[in-house]
């Protein structure tokens, strides 16, 4: 039993792709940057390169961090919905697998937030 | 008439059990169809105690007399412009924060009751109920009348029950509250009266009335005590419902297990709001989360579950968690509310140096470690380039709906991150605790109305933060951002005769 109900209750999801106007979500987190309270929620195209979201999305998103501008990109590390990833920048989002609600975190080594402590 | 020669148990039995009646003409499956489907085994309702023992001419009588004074003071309060002597015009968003989460809830409960009254099939249980949907209404109402004079000074007030529909903080307590009233009536009262009201009062109204008292609002200690002389009687229900259904079949055991695993963890993640309050919010502290953590929960909880342990209940699931979380907690709730200070009916600010030192010493293992650093590198930000503010909006957790800011329970530098698969699509959660409640009951909680998904879906007003602020019914400039730019605070050091200067002056005079 999905819902403890009084008949076979069915509930509407919420959230399907199909409700955001052409868009998916996406859930990124920059991994020892609490600072940025919560990882982000973004609507993206599922056919936006990767490259594009990383040079075009996520500065928006992070640029106000201290670390942002000293990330070296050649050393960041991936994972999406937590398993490894080596993103081909050229491709588009939803074509290397990352899906409708998937989650992106990224580690930069080296880079550990304000003051080292996961800022 | 003879009414007054009856003893108190006499009269109970006459004015409450004995007027119920076994229906003849319907059948009682029919009459009371919410009774069994969630697998409660009930087979003596006139074992259900009351110790109260209360009948309705005389929960008439106590409550008029109680509302009497209760006007009375607030009445007073009012004629004396009492709200100019609390602490700090800081301290008012404490208030902000409890009156717009919590009356709500009040009104929500009051719906609650009542369901629940004509729901249970047995007579002392419906009467308890309905007295407390009507002690519900009463606390709404004297909120609300707080809520009316403190609006008349302070900015935030003005539109609560609207805010409550929409913002996306009060999503929290709005959809902990929907999902015990879309239960059935035994998991109804097992998450209201039992867990919250039970187990994990003490943690809200001890922060919160004595918040109160120690920063000098005698309205909400007035309205608050009033409360809680009703409190006793719910909370005597909460304890009842539970021993009822433990001792009426073995079969419920697993049942209500579940349930207070369940809403134990929902309670606690509803008190991380609390948790802020009591570290960040109010001028003058009280205790610590932690500290009160500790009492009240570790040890009183620990207590009745050691009393509980005779039925076969346990201690509830990831009580643990919420030990180890108990040094961080607050820091990673008042975080999310100072990124996202512009998009809330309440202010935030900086901690004092006082107020951080204050922190260091409640919390040697963590505030200076991890969240101190955090504050110097805002305070700078402020000092150079204004206030900080996230301008991406979060990922919330899809069964607590709170941003998910929680760390794992083993690493206070990393994001607790939990995921779900349910009809091909992915569902995220800031804890075990929160997976767990999706996990049982999926297609309740696909139905979530997550304020961030809704925003980028285009049912609240527009993309950007003002049109959302909008459709909030919050003016930019005035409810939301940093307490330093506010009308609050300019209108507070006018009223208590303080120009800029002479704030400047007091605050190098008292060292900050
Ligand atoms: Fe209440
Ligand atoms: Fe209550
Ligand atoms: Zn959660």
Known sequence: MTVRALYDYQGEAKDTQDKFHGNQLVYIGWDKHLMFCAPHCLPLPPDMPFGALVKEVLPGVYDSHPDWAQINWDSVEWTVDQKPFTPDMEKGLAEQGIGHKSLIRFTTPGLNGIAGVAS | ?512
């Open chain 2, 1 to 512: 008439m003879t009414a007054n020669k009856m003893n108190m148990r006499e009269k109970y039995q006459r004015m409450t059990r004995d007027l119920a009646w076994k229906p003849t003409y319907q059948k009682e499956d029919d009459v009371y169809p919410q009774a069994k489907y969630e697998g409660i085994i009930i087979h003596d309702w006139d074992k259900w105690e009351d110790p109260f023992r209360l009948t309705v001419d005389a929960y008439w009588k106590y409550q008029a007399e109680k509302e009497r004074k209760l006007y009375a003071i607030i009445e007073a309060f009012a004629q004396n412009n009492a709200q100019l002597n609390v602490t700090d015009a800081r301290y008012i968003n404490a208030l902000k924060l409890f009156l717009t989460g919590v009356t709500p809830l009040e009104y929500a409960a009051h719906r609650g009751f009542a369901m629940a009254g004509r729901n249970f099939p047995g007579a002392g249980a419906q009467v308890s109920s309905q007295f407390q949907s009507i002690d519900e209404l009463r606390h709404a109402q004297t909120q609300i009348h707080t809520i009316s004079h403190y609006n008349k000074y302070f900015n935030g007030f003005h539109d609560f029950n609207h805010m409550h529909q929409r913002v996306w903080y009060l999503s929290v307590p709005k959809s902990f509250f929907e999902d015990a009233m879309s239960a059935g009536p035994f998991e109804f009262v097992t998450a209201v009266s039992f867990s919250f009201e039970y187990v994990l009062t003490n943690l809200l109204f001890m922060p919160f009335m004595s918040g109160a008292a120690f920063n000098d609002d005698m309205a909400t200690v007035t309205f608050g005590f009033s409360a809680q002389s009703d409190e006793s009687r719910h909370m005597t229900l909460g304890l009842e419902i539970i021993k009822f259904m433990l001792e009426q079949d073995e079969r419920n055991v697993p049942i209500v297990q579940k349930w207070i695993d369940k809403w134990f963890w929902r309670g606690y993640r509803l008190l991380a709001l609390v948790s802020m309050m009591m570290d960040y919010m109010l001028p003058k502290r009280v205790m610590s989360w932690q500290e009160a953590w500790e009492m009240y929960f570790e040890q009183n909880g620990g207590a009745l579950f050691d009393d509980l342990a005779r039925y076969g209940i346990r201690m509830p699931k990831y009580w643990e968690v919420s030990v180890k979380e108990k040094s961080r907690l607050s820091h990673e709730v008042w975080s999310i509310f100072y990124n996202y200070g512009h998009a809330a009916a309440i202010h935030t600010w900086l901690p004092k140096a006082s107020e951080m030192d204050w922190l260091s010493e409640k919390y040697p293992e963590t505030f200076d470690k991890y969240y101190r650093p955090r504050f110097d590198h805002w305070a700078e930000h402020k000092e150079k380039n204004g206030r900080w503010y996230n301008n991406t909006l979060p990922m919330l957790c899809q069964c607590c709906q709170i941003p998910m800011g929680f760390t794992e329970p083993d690493d206070p530098t990393t994001i607790c991150y939990r995921e779900s698969e349910y009809n091909g699509v992915k569902y995220h959660f800031c804890s075990d605790g929160c997976k767990d409640i999706f996990d049982d009951e999926p297609e309740k909680y696909v139905q979530a109305w997550l304020p961030v998904h809704q925003i980028y879906q285009g049912n609240c007003g527009g993309a950007s933060v003002p049109e959302v602020l909008e459709w909030y019914h919050l003016k930019h400039g005035q409810d939301n951002l940093d307490y330093d730019d506010s009308q609050d605070k300019a209108n507070w050091n006018k009223w208590k005769g303080l120009t800029e200067e002479a704030a400047q002056v007091m605050k190098k005079a008292a060292n900050e």
